[in-house]
């Protein structure tokens, strides 16, 4: 018999998930997750996993929970591994209880594993401790949304008038006003301060606060909808001076990844670090050449060469994959001079064993054939790994001044089958390749990137744009991800300055 682990999957924020909520969805043969999770969070499930999508949106259920409740037993009676991801913790207003219950009843074996709830991390990500030395000694976790088949409350609203110093609902977004009204007509002053935070913990919170008699009139206002959660209590008055999250460089800012997807996931924690929300759009895919007997000759041979040439992670990683399939390491290239065309590059080499022995302090093919220039070419034979379709400037230098060049193509990058349309409400859209930016004008059209922030990792992106008549209003000075990031930054400091 297989078991069903009912997991806590965070408030949103990708990277607050315990380490055993990953393993377990890496490791699961059937995923049943609710609308709050964080759709990333699928992406670590491994190839066959059957996903289920179970709804749990207010007012809008895709699956009844009695219907969830069965499935998680057929799912468990099989001899499954059964992850039921459900925002927040499971036992925080989740009904993971009632799952628990349905389980046990049925004889399948179960584990829970919390999660951090929005309860606590919301607040949080706005600048707002539930609790303070000078403001508030207790608190209090209640439902805004209590089972409508019940005949009585089990709320008592006078003690939370005047008992808790910090009260905090959860799903209560539709009943705000009865929750105001109710709170008053008990005792609790009008002026108390409160808050509604929406879509905490991601790039799109918003946050209104105000008095508790006037939050709802606030709430409409900044057409704030849910999901979110209330808050009152003297302890919002800090936020002022600890809101830290909407404070980052890029907070707010939907900023297009077109890069392929497996090379994205640096770029979206750079980007999720400074408080922006990566929108995955690959343009790109990267497919090896194989078989591909040219590059294993070569590296039958690899002593031969005087310098190894790498002008991208992928050339470099597919490179070494080879060499592991032919029994050698980077000892092999002892006494061969490695070039790499950027930090990037130079990291992913790090990771066989090998030191660049030069980088370019401009990433570019003119920047390695400024390397060239002081290291001389004539009579010295060089290997050059690359894409299929790339610019031929440093062969031309090498060949043109007496040396030698083996070009021997490890990859394709191709225009993905399928793609998604993009988002409407997004900020930038950032090119990281002329392939990635020739290849979204013809999935998408030029007409998509009119009125849009348009950023370039570098020059040779930036020429291509251009020629296409597309302004571009973002350069990366140094033409790797990080210098992309900081530009970004740059320009809205300078914007908003």
Same mark, same amino acid.
């Given at each position: ?17 315990? =380490?055993?909520?990953? /393993? ?7 995923? !049943? ?19 289920? +999508? ?14 969830? &409740? ?8 099989? &001899? &499954?591994?059964?992850? @039921? ?9 989740? @009904?993971?209880?009632? /799952?628990?219950? #349905? ?9 829970? $594993? %919390? ?16 609790? #303070?030395?000078? #403001? ?9 949304? /209590? ?10 609203? *006078? ?60 709430? @409409? ?14 302890? =919002? ?24 997807? *497996? ?28 078989? &591909? ?11 031969? +060469? ?11 990683? !597919?490179?070494?994959?080879?060499? @592991? ?10 006494? !061969?001079?490695?070039?790499? =065309? ?38 010295? #034979? ?28 490890? +990859?394709?990058?191709?225009? %993905? ?35 849009? =922030? ?15 008549? !597309?302004? $571009? ?17 740059? +320009?809205?400091?300078?914007? /908003?300055?």
């Amino acid at each position: 018999m297989g078991k069903v682990y009912l997991v806590g999957a965070g408030p949103g924020d990708i990277k607050l998930i315990t =380490i055993r909520c990953l /393993e377990l969805i890496r490791r699961a043969d059937v995923i !049943i997750y609710d609308n709050l999770v964080n759709k990333e969070l699928l992406e670590f499930a491994r190839a066959g996993a059957e996903v289920i +999508y179970a709804g749990k949106k207010a007012s809008c259920h895709e699956l009844p929970q009695r219907q969830i &409740n069965s499935l998680l037993a057929e799912k468990g009676a099989g &001899n &499954n591994i059964v992850v @039921r991801l459900k925002g927040g913790d499971p036992f925080i207003f989740g @009904r993971g209880g009632e /799952e628990a219950q #349905h389980l046990a009843k049925k004889g399948i074996p179960f584990e829970i $594993v %919390p999660g951090i709830t929005s309860a606590i991390s919301v607040p949080a990500y706005a600048g707002i401790p539930l609790t #303070h030395r000078d #403001h508030a000694s207790t608190v209090a976790f209640i439902t805004g949304h /209590e089972d409508e088949k019940k005949e009585v409350s089990s709320i008592n609203w *006078h003690e939370l008038a005047h008992g808790p110093d910090t009260l905090v609902f959860l799903m209560g977004m539709k009943n705000l006003p009865k929750i105001v009204q109710r709170l008053i007509d008990e005792g609790k002053s009008p002026d108390t301060p409160a808050c509604v935070i929406s879509s905490g913990t991601l790039a799109a919170q918003k946050v209104a606060t105000a008095t508790l008699s006037t939050l709802p009139d606030k709430v @409409r206002a900044m057409k704030i909808a849910p999901p979110g959660i209330i808050v009152v209590g003297d302890v =919002i008055k800090l936020r002022d001076e600890l809101n830290w999250f909407e404070r980052k460089p890029l907070f707010g800012k939907k900023i297009v990844v077109t890069r392929s997807r *497996h090379q994205s996931h640096r770029f979206g924690e750079l980007l999720l670090d400074r408080g922006a929300e990566p929108v995955y759009l690959p343009t790109i895919d990267i497919e090896p050449i194989v078989p &591909n007997k040219r590059l294993r000759t070569a590296i039958d041979k690899i002593s031969s +060469y005087d310098a190894i040439i790498f002008t991208s992670v992928n050339g470099a990683s !597919i490179f070494f994959a080879h060499m @592991r399939g032919s029994g050698k390491d980077a000892r092999a290239l002892s006494g !061969i001079t490695v070039i790499a =065309i950027g930090s990037a590059t130079s990291a992913q080499l790090a990771i066989y064993g090998i030191n660049a022995d030069l980088v370019p302090q401009t990433y570019t093919s003119e920047g390695i054939v400024s390397i060239l220039e002081d290291l001389g070419v004539a009579d010295k #034979h060089f290997l050059l790994p690359r894409a299929e379709e790339a610019r031929d400037i440093i062969i031309k230098y090498i060949r043109n001044n007496g040396g030698t060049c083996t070009v021997i193509p490890v +990859y394709r990058a191709e225009v %993905p089958a399928s793609i998604e349309s993009p988002p409407a409400d997004i900020d930038v859209i950032t090119f990281t390749s002329s392939s990635t930016a020739d290849n979204f004008m013809m999935l998408y059209g030029k007409d998509v990137l009119k009125g849009r =922030i348009v950023a370039s990792i570098g020059p040779i992106t930036t020429e291509t744009l251009l020629k296409a008549g !597309i302004k $571009v209003d973002i350069e990366a000075e140094r033409s790797d991800i990080p210098g992309l990031v900081r530009a970004m930054e740059e +320009y809205f400091e300078d914007r /908003e300055a």
